[in-house]
């Protein structure tokens, strides 16, 4: 929005300029949603706690779990008002991908809003029943990835399936398996994150890496000189996902300052759907969702221990792991959840600087 404002003041003092540069719109957006979520954080936590907005803890869960019943959660608003307000602000409103981006979260974010007020109100936390969760969620994820197909201004890129680490090895896609493997990607990282979100500040922190990450990405795949010299698909209008992903990445810094362990507030699945859906849509996007499986690994993992878990039990009627998600895994064999945190945010440092080589080991 401000970007027009920017263009018309040009006229009469060229400093103005400055806000025409992606990079600098994007430094804008990341402080403007930090500040927000400085700013907004304690009156949504003290509005969420006196309107008993608390958190139900798993009977199945770790018993070092129960102290925590009654923290304020549903937290990830906070995190959405601030990439909305930012993207808004900062962002070239005329790119499709924002638009398809912003909305999708916000989608992702409304399903998350239903599950937390049933967790809420029935007093457990079961919340959406999983296949009706998982209806809307690939019902708003085939939406996004349909938009995207029809829209594309450069099918032979945007339809096409990057193989990362191999220089220029694109595979064409159909479109019923383009709209199918994109609506994957987008359900399937919302969930990754949502299963992620167990312990204070574990999913948040990852996901800001990850999309710190995309935002570079997609500055490069949205420059026509960088594009080709890094041998990745040029997408026009790619670059604006650098502003959103840089409010992202503002807004969970933000939101962390009050998640960190102990937590003030958790953020639910109105948060971590949204951020995962937002995830995996941008790196559709800009055509590296093999590389968001890379840096995206704890989230992986984590999905994984789940299925393993749960196929394992149903299949034998023994258990893989103590506990799934991995992290009440570690947790029950001792680690104190301080620990399993920051070596989980270690191994996404080191899985997203994996992901970043593809752009040079081509």
């Given at each position: 929005m401000l970007i027009y404002v920017a263009e018309y003041l040009t006229q009469y003092?060229?400093?103005?300029?400055?806000?025409?540069?992606?990079?600098?719109r994007a430094i804008l957006s990341a402080l403007t949603a930090l500040i927000l979520s400085f700013a907004l954080g304690p009156l949504v936590i003290q509005r969420l706690a006196s309107g008993s907005v608390r958190q139900p803890i798993r009977e199945v869960g770790p018993e070092s779990h129960l102290p925590k019943a009654g923290t304020p959660?549903?937290?990830g608003m906070l995190i959405l008002l601030a990439i909305?307000?930012?993207?808004?602000l900062w962002a070239d409103l005329g790119s499709r991908f924002v638009w398809i981006v912003l909305l999708c979260t916000v989608a992702f974010g409304i399903i998350g809003i239903v599950d937390d007020y049933r967790k809420l109100r029935l007093g457990n936390s079961r919340g959406l029943r999983a296949g009706t969760k998982f209806f809307w969620q690939s019902a708003a994820g085939l939406t996004a990835?349909?938009?995207?197909?029809?829209?594309a201004e450069n099918a032979a890129v945007e339809h096409a399936l990057l193989i990362p680490y191999f220089p220029g090895l694109l595979i064409p896609m159909s479109a019923i398996v383009y709209v199918?493997?994109?609506?994957?990607v987008i359900v399937g990282s919302s969930n990754g994150v949502n299963l992620t979100d167990g312990l204070d500040g574990l999913a948040i922190m990852p996901a800001v890496l990850v999309a710190s990450a995309l935002g570079l990405f997609a500055y490069a795949a949205g420059n026509a000189v960088f594009a080709p010299y890094l041998g990745i698909p040029y997408v026009a209008g790619a670059g604006e996902m650098l502003v959103f992903c840089a409010a992202l990445a503002g807004?969970?810094?933000?939101?962390?300052w009050f998640n960190t362990y102990p937590a003030q507030v958790f953020m639910g699945d109105i948060g971590a759907l949204a951020l995962g859906a937002a995830l995996g849509l941008v790196a559709v996007v800009v055509r590296q969702e093999l590389v968001l499986f890379i840096m995206g690994g704890v989230f992986v993992i984590e999905t994984v221990s789940v299925i393993i878990q749960v196929t394992s039990y149903k299949l034998t009627g023994r258990r893989i792991f103590r506990m799934a998600p991995l992290?009440?895994?570690?947790?029950l064999k001792g680690w104190a959840e301080p620990?399993?945190?920051?070596?989980?945010w270690i191994i996404t440092v080191v899985l997203v600087l994996i992901g970043l080589a593809s752009l040079k080991i081509r």
């Open positions: 003092f060229s400093a103005f300029n400055v806000f025409g540069y992606i990079t600098m959660t549903m937290g909305i307000v930012s993207t808004l990835a349909i938009v995207l197909y029809v829209t199918v493997f994109s609506s994957l807004a969970g810094l933000g939101f962390l992290h009440h895994h570690f947790e620990k399993v945190i920051v070596r989980f």
